[in-house]
Structure formats: C-alpha cells, structure tokens
C-alpha cells in the first residue's frame, strides 16, 4: 500500500507560468516533508522541505504547501524555466533520527519555452 | 565538495557471480545510504548506516550484503542475484542520520543480472 502518491505521472507547463505538483499522504504519523528532483542519469538532488508544524516554506522560485488536515503537500514553482524539467519525488520521514525517507512515485515536470 | 561518487556506473552479472558496489562521499558526512530504485518507481530504502554502524535493514535479503569499512565509504556487496534485483542502485549521505540534514545522493550503479 502506496503511503506516500503523486498521483499526477506528467505535468507540461510553459516557460514563465506557475507550476504547481501535488502529492498526498497516508499516515497522519509523518511529520517532515521534502521535495526532491531528478534529472537523467543522476541521482536526486534535494529541493526544499517543511516541517508539520508550519503550512507554508518559500525558497527562492520553490515553495511548498502543507494541509494537514487534508494530508496533502505541493510544490509550487514560479517562474517555470525550462531547466526545471525534471522528475521530482515528494518523500515523507516519519521519525526524526532513523533518516529514512519514503518516496512518492513522481511527477515528470516539462516546461516548454 | 559536495558529491558521492558510485561505481561502476553499470555492472552486468550473472545469477552465480559475486560483485560490489561501491560508494564514496568525502563531506564528512557520518550517515550512509543505500536504495532501489526499479523503472518508473521510487527510490526504496535498503540500509541505513550511522557512524558506520547498521541502524535499518529494511528486510532486504541476504543476497544484498552491506558493509561501511570507513566514514567514507558504503559497500553492497552481491552474491546469487535474481533477474528481478536488476535495478538503479542509489547511494546517499547526510551529515547525521536526522531527517533535518539533506541526504546527497550519488548517480547511481545501473545493474542488470543475467
């Protein structure tokens, strides 16, 4: 059973507009979030996090939502440029100091120019 | 330097072959990671070492055998593989096991078993 879904396998965007990927958890449990992304041929590269005791974390062009009640995260990404055309995983950890994270599925972002 | 190194990029290995994959970060990170990763899926948690020492084996089988020899490096070593094990083998580090450190993944070793 899938604990942590994004249930959106692709998402096109052009070039300037708002990206925006969504991302649903199961265990009410989990209380630290990330954003991670990957390219081809390397491995993920850590974009941003949020912790359960906030709802909202900018950085940069990069902000993630959190909605506890609905247990639904996302990643906003404004301005889209066409080098953040990757996948990108949202991962749950669950307990501070085991380190484990588990990954959604992920969403392939295509943004065109 | 913030990088983790993987090798070999790609190993092809028989199911009565033993081989290894190596890992290797040098940011002094004191927590060390390997996953899974198949096509179209998510990365999936194999091991977790902490100050060189197992913390989380996530039942995986004893064909996949890791070792942390120093800091430095993570080892999985290999032995009477199955076809279904052929995947994208992930190798991370974090500064301490704790979820607030970013974990700094490697390119990965794509393996293929015969």
């Known amino acids: 059973d899938q604990q942590v879904k994004q249930n959106s396998p692709s998402l096109s965007v052009q070039e300037g507009r708002i990206s925006i990927l969504n991302c649903d958890y199961t265990n009410s449990m989990f209380d630290y979030f990330l954003w991670y992304k990957k390219y081809p041929a390397e491995g993920p590269t850590f974009l941003i996090s949020?912790?359960?005791?906030?709802d909202k974390n900018e950085d940069g062009r990069f902000t993630v939502f959190l909605n506890k009640s609905a247990k639904h995260l996302s990643l906003h990404i404004v301005p889209s440029q066409p080098g953040d055309s990757a996948v990108y995983f949202c991962?749950?950890?669950?307990?501070?100091?085991?380190?484990?994270?588990?990954f959604g599925q992920g969403t392939t972002l295509q943004v065109k120019p | 330097d913030t990088e983790v190194t993987q090798t070999p990029k790609h190993l092809v290995m028989g199911m009565t072959n033993k081989k290894s994959l190596k890992c290797e970060q040098h940011?002094?990170?004191?927590?060390m990671y390997w996953y899974k990763q198949k096509a179209k899926k998510p990365p999936e948690l194999m091991f977790v070492y902490s100050y060189e020492k197992l913390s989380i084996n996530e039942s995986v089988p004893s064909r996949f055998s890791p070792e942390c020899p120093n800091s430095s490096l993570l080892n999985l070593h290999l032995h009477a593989l199955q076809p279904e094990d052929s995947a994208l083998y992930l190798c991370a580090s974090s500064q301490h096991r704790d979820r607030s450190y970013e974990q700094y993944f490697g390119p990965g070793t794509r393996l293929t078993v015969t």
């Open positions: 949020i912790s359960s005791i906030k």
């Open positions: 991962a749950v950890s669950g307990s501070s100091n085991t380190g484990k994270l588990i």
């Open positions: 940011m002094g990170h004191r927590a």
